[in-house]
């Protein structure tokens, strides 16, 4: 009985017990609960967003880079498909004797072999292996007929960069290549873009246009797992393609250009005098950009860096020359708004000026005897401008120089290699040589040689500002929609409305800018003017031009009195040759300037470069007008 | 009381079937049929390793079941000190002659199964300790002498256990014996007292601990202090559960152990996998299951008329409750990580047949309720 009390207390002690643990695992599971449901319900969103970013990754590939167009509308910087070889390591057998085989296959080189084996350690096993950027069609071919042995070997079109006219436009486009340090932390835009594979510009407008022409990333995204392989694509975001830049440049043109300097080292720009628009710019010689694309190998490279004619310097932009006697209109024209000289006012012209015992000689070693404004212009008489630039002076010359648009950037916004050159006065030469003006300065520089320094594209905007009756006008590499046509823009000169500050008038009296025109077609047009033996009868294309030649060496005295040929000089001593022109006279439309490097003197040299350069620029001017706004559209 | 004998000792077998507590044996089925869901979800929805593995030891383990349920809950009441000797051999062995893996040495090769003794203690010790107090007159439960044997019964194996290391397991077996000496009926003054001089010394008992358990609790305090190492098994479970939400991401969807993201999936962190593809309903659902399962063996063990199988049941119930919220508190990132299976469902073989011979024993407990054990 008492055993029996015993276990029945026993029992009630653990039942009675039971019922606390009871109670506390409710406590415990309600805990539990709780926590579940903040997991699960509460904070499911946030859970949920961090799940999706463990699992998937998304991969950046290379953006289509914007078409560049010239005026017409052919594509200068296009995209190529091109053939790679990609491997992806981990499925691949062997991996040397894959190599090996494709050794075979490609005739790769054994330094190119260990760059791979390389490039391979530093990638994941799941990530491609790039064995060739560039495979040609038959090196393609050739790998896609082996494939069935060829496990893990991939053979992808891209894109690629594509320059048509291979060297036509490299000093205006640039080219683009694989960005170094410097590009990703110069450009926020190329940071954030960037991916392996990813090409951005160099120079040129490449480079300056750079974040209108990279368009956006491709993106893939991918369900990964925790070590980072990719399972399987879940999307493919197509990126945007870079916006497309349309040229004012005429590939025509631009090829004339290129084909007659060709061999020789200078440079051509043509510019329409009205909306300033350039339809050729080129700078002899060039280079194929296409080299650059996947790596330019060390022998092509020094075969253009050693090259004397220099191909890596823009001329037109950054090469610096005496304007020689295109300096000329200049001087005439300032002396005549300063009221220094008319007209008629005649010059004596004996072959030689004597000045503080310095003697400052005419081109012609006889003289020219009396001449007046027009035919020291079309003579090209130093004399004449040795004393006109002795009684304008410096300063006043260097106002009007200015006006014009000598010693100023003319496309600095887009080129950073343009120089500004320079053009003195007194202050100048103070200021930067620390000594004062002499007097023998002036008039050198009065005919273009001394301390000035312009670039051909000022010599172009000079002519054609002179040639538009002397209206200031802002020289453009790409086409703007709202361009006037040059009928309304002359509307609009002709009303004075002088519209957004752009067409403003450079000239004190119209009449002036007349003069020097007339003296610049007498120049090209008449008997014995430079540039008679280029000229142009059909009024079509009649032009107007003066001509120039920069001496690059102090002539001695006895290199004068033995009167070499150009061609018994040597290369480095040779004069530059020069022209600058406007055409057709009757009513101009485009004005150009061309510089060739030690090429003798203007008038032999680069004066009948411009015959064939109007013949081509009158012929196509029609087409030009039409295509103003460009209705095909381009891809 | 002789007449009781005489009624229990006619239970035929046909009987003893009916006596069986089917919504017990339901559950556990069900529960069975679940886990080798989950596994086959481990194995990436395909029937390999883990799944094939995982449903022979449920098919063999749960028919010893049936066989433990139709022996006399006696045979466990007279083998009880034995078997809870035997094991702790079995500890002693596997301290020095155990297989190690991963820096503990916690495994026996039996060539067909690699055997875990610690994980047969957590059944032991209830045993061992359901029948000391069985035998224990009420009066002398809180004898200075009692309750000293008791503490060394959990004291043992707890020390072999922590040798090895494992801290979890140990833990579990201490609280499963703690369970019935509070069940026995021990002042709960004693338990009061015991519990506040353990958090007085618990900043030495953390001095004791190794660095890589002091580095679990730093990491469960802040598991962002070290994401990808030490806190990336917590820091990708919560995650995983989290997006499950309330439906789940679907059988087989769950991204976060596809792909590899969750660690020791199909063991510890299983139930990591199960909520996040069944959600919050699924987990409710199973944790249902579990309750059913818990309420029952507290029905038998209060419906028992003897004290051995009553304290078992409840010193059982106690168990599984505590394995349960102790491996869910973990991988909720509520307890730091210490090892602990969840029954049934994690895949490991020692840890079921430990389950499953529990489960066999309240069964029998059940067939034989009305028994009196001397």
């Known amino acids: 009985m008492i055993r029996g009390n015993s276990s029945i207390r026993k029992s009630d002690i653990m039942n009675r017990r039971m019922f606390i643990v009871g109670a506390a695992k409710l406590i415990v599971l309600s805990i539990l609960i709780g926590r579940l449901f903040t997991l699960q319900i509460n904070d499911n969103k946030k859970y949920l967003t961090l799940s999706d970013k463990n699992r998937i990754r998304e991969w950046k590939l290379p953006p289509t880079r914007g078409n560049i167009i010239d005026y017409f509308g052919n594509i200068v910087a296009g995209n190529l498909k091109v053939y790679q070889l990609h491997v992806i390591p981990e499925q691949v057998e062997n991996f040397n004797y894959l190599l090996s085989r494709l050794q075979v296959i490609l005739n790769l080189s054994n330094k190119r072999i260990e760059k791979i084996k390389k490039k391979k350690d530093q990638l994941k096993p799941w990530e491609s292996l790039i064995i060739s950027e560039n495979l040609s069609w038959s090196e393609f071919l050739k790998i896609n007929n082996y494939l069935y042995e060829l496990v893990g070997v991939k053979p992808i079109m891209t894109i690629s960069r594509n320059y048509p006219f291979d060297e036509i436009y490299t000093h205006v486009l ?119 694309l996947f790596g330019i190998s060390q022998d092509e490279w020094q075969l253009i860096r050693n090259n004397p004619l220099k191909p890596l310097i823009n001329k037109t932009l950054s090469g610096l020359y005496s304007p020689g006697s295109t300096i000329k209109p200049i001087v005439a024209l300032s002396a005549l708004e300063n009221n220094i000289v008319d007209p008629d006012f005649k010059v004596k012209c004996t072959g030689k000026i004597e000045l503080y015992e310095q003697t400052f000689h005419c081109w012609k070693e006889k003289g020219h005897g009396y001449v007046n404004l027009k035919e020291a212009m079309k003579q ?111 509307e609009v000169i002709k009303k004075n409305k002088l519209n957004r500050g752009i067409y403003t008038s450079l000239f004190k009296d119209p009449r002036n800018i007349k003069i020097i025109k007339q003296a610049m077609f007498s120049s090209t047009n008449e008997i014995m003017g430079t540039s008679y033996k280029s000229r142009i009868d059909d009024p079509k294309y009649q032009f107007a031009g003066k001509t120039g030649t920069a001496q690059v060496k102090r002539i001695s005295k006895r290199e004068r009195e033995l009167d070499l040929k150009t061609s018994q000089i040597p290369y480095n001593d040779r004069d530059h040759a020069l022209y600058v022109a406007f055409g057709p006279y009757k009513n101009p439309d485009y004005a150009l300037s061309i510089i060739v490097e030690h090429g003798g003197s203007g008038s032999t040299t680069a004066a009948p470069m411009a015959t064939k350069l109007f013949k081509l620029l009158i012929d196509r001017h029609q087409l030009r007008k039409e295509n103003k706004n460009l209705k095909k559209t381009y891809i | 009381m002789f007449q009781h004998r005489r009624l229990n000792s006619e239970v035929t077998f046909l009987q003893k079937i009916r006596n069986l507590d089917y919504i017990l044996l339901i559950s556990i089925l069900l529960l069975s049929v679940i886990s080798l869901f989950v596994m086959y979800s481990t194995d990436g929805g395909q029937i390999l390793y883990h799944t094939k593995s995982h449903f022979i030891k449920i098919a ?26 035997i094991i702790l051999l079995l500890l002693i062995w596997v301290s020095f002659f155990g297989i190690s893996v991963s820096g503990s040495q916690r495994w026996m090769d ?58 979890g397991t140990s833990i579990l077996i201490a609280l499963s014996g703690l369970s019935i000496l509070w069940l026995g009926g021990i002042k709960i003054k004693y338990f009061f007292y015991s519990f506040l001089s353990f958090l007085i010394s618990l900043p030495f008992i953390i001095s004791f601990l190794k660095p890589y358990q002091k580095l679990r609790i730093l990491t469960f305090l802040d598991p962002d202090r070290d994401p990808l190492g030490a806190g990336y098994q917590i820091i990708q479970s919560k995650i995983a559960i989290g997006s499950g939400g309330f439906y789940g991401k679907g059988f087989l969807k769950g991204t976060q152990s596809y792909l590899d993201f969750l660690p020791e999936k199909h063991t510890d962190f299983i139930f990591t996998l199960f909520s996040e593809e069944f959600g919050f309903l699924g987990s409710i659902l199973l944790l249902s299951i579990y309750l059913i399962i818990i309420l029952r063996i507290v029905k038998i063990g209060v419906m028992s008329r003897s004290s051995f199988p009553k304290l078992f049941c409840f010193g059982f119930a106690f168990a599984i409750f505590i394995y349960i919220s102790v ?8 307890l730091p990580i210490v090892g602990s299976p969840l029954p049934i469902l994690s895949y490991g073989g020692s840890s079921m047949l430990a389950t499953m011979i529990g489960f066999g024993i309240v069964l029998s407990a059940k067939i034989n309720q009305n028994q009196i054990i001397a």
């Open chain 2, 60 to 85: 063999v383990f749960f028919f010893m079941m049936l066989v433990i349920a139709f022996i006399n809950i006696k045979l466990w009441h007279i083998s009880a000190y034995l078997f809870y000797l």
């Open chain 2, 327 to 334: 491996n869910l508190s973990m991988v909720l990132g509520l």
């Open chain 1, 174 to 292: 640039g080219y683009v290549s694989q960005p170094n340090e410097e590009d990703i932390l110069e450009n926020e835009i190329i940071k954030e873009r960037f991916v392996p594979g990813i090409k951005v510009g160099k120079l040129g407008l490449e480079k300056t246009l750079e974040n209108d022409l990279i368009g956006t990333n491709d993106i893939q995204r991918y369900e990964v797992n925790a070590y980072g392989k990719r399972i399987n694509q879940l999307e493919y975001q197509k990126g945007r393609k870079g916006s497309k830049v349309r040229l004012t440049l005429d590939t025509e043109v631009q090829k004339l250009c290129a084909n007659l300097l060709k061999d020789k080292a200078g440079s051509i720009s043509v510019m329409d005098i009205y909306s300033g628009e350039i339809i050729a710019m080129y700078s002899s010689p060039s280079y194929d950009p296409n080299l650059f």
């Open chain 2, 110 to 167: 039996l060539y067909f199964i690699a055997l875990q003794p610690s994980e047969l203690m957590k059944i032991a010790i209830i045993l061992c300790l359901a029948k000391y107090y069985h035998r224990l007159k009420i009066e002398n439960v809180n004898n200075f002498t009692s309750i000293l044997i008791s503490l060394i019964i959990i004291i043992i194996p707890m020390i072999l256990v922590i040798s090895q290391p494992d801290l």
């Open chain 1, 380 to 490: 090209s008489c130093d004399c004449y401008f040795y004393e006109v630039a002795r009684k304008l002076g410096v300063d006043r010359l260097k106002i009007t120089a200015d006006k014009y648009g000598l010693g100023k950037k003319v496309l600095g916004d887009y080129f950073e290699n343009e120089k500004s050159g320079q053009f003195p006065n007194t202050n100048w030469k103070l200021n930067n040589l620390g000594k004062g003006w002499v007097l023998g300065e002036t008039l050198i520089t009065g005919i273009g040689q001394g301390y000035t320094q312009t670039t051909p594209i000022q010599l172009c905007l000079m002519t054609a500002q002179i040639a538009n009756g002397g209206y200031k006008i802002k020289p453009k590499i790409l086409t703007d929609d709202n361009q006037l046509t040059t009928e309304q823009i002359k």
